[in-house]
């Protein structure tokens, strides 16, 4: 019979940590080794057995081609590891994993476990959360939310000082990926006000700077290159770790590797040492990379370094001296080093766990989503409908509307990014509003909403205002972000700033040109027998040349007629509103504005959204 009891469960790239509340605290669960961290290492054995944790990574020297490791790095995706011709995707891997851990505190309870909070870097995506909830249930749990490390950190850090007010800012740097998240703490409630971070960042690439000064070395030694060699790489990886982890302490580090490989001669060994100021030398450009997402943490929650009030080091690569200086230059003051590094994410999660299942009560917790949501519109533009680091839960609906006559169909592009250039996001799905009675344009009101729970997961709709018709979509695991693709979403946002607005300007300006002519002839057809016959050929005149101006595709030319076009259509409305006699024209610029405010022309994909409403 399974237990109402729901554990906490650190996920990580290069260890996993499991924790559960007891007597009001939260505890570590050791594992059937004994130790209190596992090793995120899954390996198949030629015998068909499968090891995982700490006996995986025991045979991962001679046997390296069938031992994974770092799968986390490749949650969402569509990578593949084949054994022996079979193919194991990313959540197979990790729901092995999971399947230790959950067997191992299932061992320490001694009770049957099916719940868990499992937690995922700040900077996932909607498809790596997807990801790591199907591993979840691969491995026979019930995700019952999956919470941010940085966040879950800041509840293991400030649970004991509920009634203080603070600002915290969580630096987590563990083996695989960088999170920063910048949270206050005010009578229990912990707010996030801001995240940032980078998925492709860890303690794998400072190991991975120490294997390629090794590689290089022992080539420099014996003239052998070991860069295809597997089983010398992996001793190498081995090396690296414990290397990186002298050093961390110690000023040199001496590596000494007997029958590293042979050749001819017989075996060849490698004799060297490794200095903290070299080790720092090779890795200065990951220390750099740090420091961006923490400018854009702060510059995000509209906070300088001097209104962080402590510094919370998370995962274990914040040991490495470097790192701990750069946060100390940054902002000028110690950081804080009152919880474990390598278990604060899993006590939160057990913290969270607890909070889910009513044990505690006095902590509300309001995290927020790392990107921005939003749609497809006219000429290939992205629309945002949700804002990063927006509170979740929420939900936002944005209103549009077709852009052609007849139109009875609409295909919804749902993407996530920063660029204003759809083009240049992550797209997480598309789907098809279909049965919508024909109209003519700029008639039909298409409602889109977003929905995001607490888990940061993205629920899409589209209803017709008008037929009821509605389409839902959970938006499901897609291919996943390329390796680069989270972490330099906000660097492309700066720097292709100017370029994706000229563009964004020029594809309005042509949009609404478009609607101005289209506005033009129905007006025309209805009101131009009422009129003096002045006030319509104007206005014909106008369009023309607005029409003309598209045709040469000059933005400046396209601006200026749509501007003469709209002061005759104005004209001509004073002209319908005053009994056919003309008039003055409003000196107020013609907009079209329903009750929630002025309507934005543009298009969702091929088949055209048009923005009527813009969120509150």
């Known amino acids: 019979m399974s237990t109402d009891r729901i554990i906490g469960i650190d996920l990580g790239t290069t260890y996993s940590c499991v924790a559960i509340m007891e007597a009001g605290k939260p505890v ?7 130790a209190r961290t596992t090793p995120s290492v899954v390996a198949f054995t030629r015998s068909g057995e499968r090891l995982v944790g700490q006996l995986g990574k025991r045979q991962a020297v001679t046997n390296p081609s069938r031992t994974i490791q770092s799968i986390k790095r490749e949650m969402g995706s569509n990578y593949r590891v084949t054994i022996e011709g079979i193919s194991h995707s990313p959540e197979q891997i990790s729901a092995m994993i999971l399947q230790k851990l959950k067997a191992d505190t299932e061992s320490y309870l001694g009770e049957k476990i099916s719940r868990a909070v499992i937690t995922v870097p700040a900077y996932f995506n909607d498809a790596q959360r997807q990801a790591t909830r199907d591993a979840g249930q691969i491995a026979g749990l019930n995700v019952m939310r999956i919470i941010n490390e940085p966040t879950a950190s800041a509840l293991a850090y400030g649970l004991n000082k509920l009634d203080e007010h603070a600002t915290i800012l969580i630096f987590d ?21 801001a995240t940032s971070g980078n998925n492709r960042l860890g303690g794998d690439d400072f190991d991975q700077c120490i294997i390629d000064w090794l590689v290089s070395e022992f080539l420099t030694q014996t003239g052998i290159d070991l860069a295809n060699d597997l089983m010398a790489t992996q001793r190498l990886k081995e090396t690296a770790e414990k290397t990186k982890i002298e050093l961390s302490t110690a000023m040199l580090s001496e590596v000494h590797l007997p029958f590293l490989t042979a050749d001819d001669t017989g075996p060849k060994h490698l004799e060297t040492a490794l200095s903290r100021a070299k080790f720092n030398e090779l890795t200065a450009h990951l220390v750099e990379a740090t420091l961006g997402p923490l400018h854009q943490a702060l510059e995000d929650s509209e906070l300088n370094p001097e209104q962080i009030e402590h510094i919370i080091l998370v995962g274990g690569s914040t040991r490495i001296p470097a790192v701990q200086d750069a946060i100390r230059r940054f902002f000028n003051k110690e950081p804080s080093k009152s919880v474990n590094p390598d278990e604060a994410v899993a006590l939160g999660a057990a913290i969270q766990a607890s909070i889910l299942a009513g044990e505690v009560q006095d902590v509300l917790l ?32 944005m209103t549009f509307t077709t852009t052609e006559n007849g139109q009875t169909s609409v295909e919804v592009h749902v993407l996530q990014g920063e ?14 509003l279909a049965g919508i009675p024909a109209a003519p344009r700029s008639v039909p009101k298409i409602e889109v909403t977003f929905d995001i729970d607490a888990d940061g997961i993205v629920h899409c ?8 018709i509605k389409h839902s979509i959970t ?16 660097k492309e946002a700066e720097e292709f700033a100017e370029q994706d607005k000229a563009v964004k300007d020029e594809v309005t300006a042509k949009i609404r040109a478009e609607g101005l002519v289209a ?10 027998e009422r009129v003096e016959k002045n006030f319509v050929e ?10 003309e101006a598209l045709e040469k595709g000059n933005p400046d030319e396209i601006k200026s007629a749509t501007a003469g076009l709209d002061v005759a259509l104005m004209e001509l409305g004073s002209a319908i509103h005053s009994g056919n006699r003309g008039g003055t024209p409003s000196a107020k610029k013609r907009t079209l504005t329903p009750e929630s405010g002025p309507i934005e022309l543009g298009e969702v994909a091929r088949q055209k959204l048009e923005t009527t409403v813009n969120p509150e």
């Open 519 to 528: 506005e033009s002839k129905r007006t025309i057809e209805k009101y131009g």
């Open 461 to 468: 709709s589209a209803r017709d205002y008008g037929s009821g």
């Open 419 to 432: 660029r204003e250039l759809a083009s240049a996001n992550k797209s997480l799905a598309k789907f098809h």
């Open 475 to 490: 938006i499901q695991r897609s291919t996943g972000l390329s390796p680069d693709e989270v972490e330099s979403y906000q």
């Open 28 to 34: 570590i669960i050791e594992n059937s080794e004994g």
């Open 173 to 193: 740097l563990g083996g695989g990926t960088f999170d920063v998240s910048i949270l206050e703490i005010t009578d229990g409630v912990f707010e996030v006000k």
């Open 538 to 547: 104007k206005v014909s005149r106008a369009s023309e040349v607005v029409v």
């Open 366 to 397: 309001l995290d927020v989503i790392p990107l921005s949501l939003g749609i497809e519109t006219a000429g290939g533009l992205f629309t945002r409908i949700i804002e990063r680091n927006t509170t979740i839960p929420t939900s936002r609906t």
